[in-house]
């Protein structure tokens, strides 16, 4: 059984940091690419960021180019999203995935990120 169980969540200040992570189990891990989405309210989903399976190529949405930074272990099944200078509009759910060439994709339940004084 295939788990996606993101952790790191959690109430920040504006330009506070915070490091997202995200434990894979029952797959292939080194195999998948891996995404962290957002969902705020009333909002529809948004890629923020992508890590190729290597962990050698990565991609941003350009609202968090420069503040957040992908990464991943793939000895750990783990990967992190962390995120700088964060400010209001970054208050959303944030899911991880994993995607297998597009044969086979997964979701975590996601984790709350809220940034409010």
């Known amino acids: 059984q295939v788990q996606l169980v993101e952790s790191g969540g959690g109430l920040v200040q504006p330009g506070g940091s915070l490091r997202l992570s995200c434990a894979a189990s029952?797959?292939?891990?080194?195999?998948?690419?891996m995404s962290w989405y957002r969902q705020a309210p009333g909002k529809e989903r948004e890629l923020v960021a992508f890590?190729?399976?290597?962990?050698?190529?990565?991609s941003y949405a350009d609202s968090v180019k420069g503040r957040f930074t992908i990464s991943r272990d793939n000895a750990q099944n783990t990967v992190y999203l962390q995120m700088n200078s964060l400010k209001p509009e970054d208050t959303a759910v944030y899911y991880c995935?994993?995607?297998?060439?597009?044969?086979?994709?997964?979701w975590g339940q996601g984790t709350q990120v809220t940034v409010s004084s």
């Open positions: 995935k994993a995607n297998l060439q597009s044969i086979k994709t997964y």
């Open positions: 029952g797959l292939t891990f080194s195999s998948y690419g």
């Open positions: 890590i190729s399976i290597t962990g050698r190529s990565a």
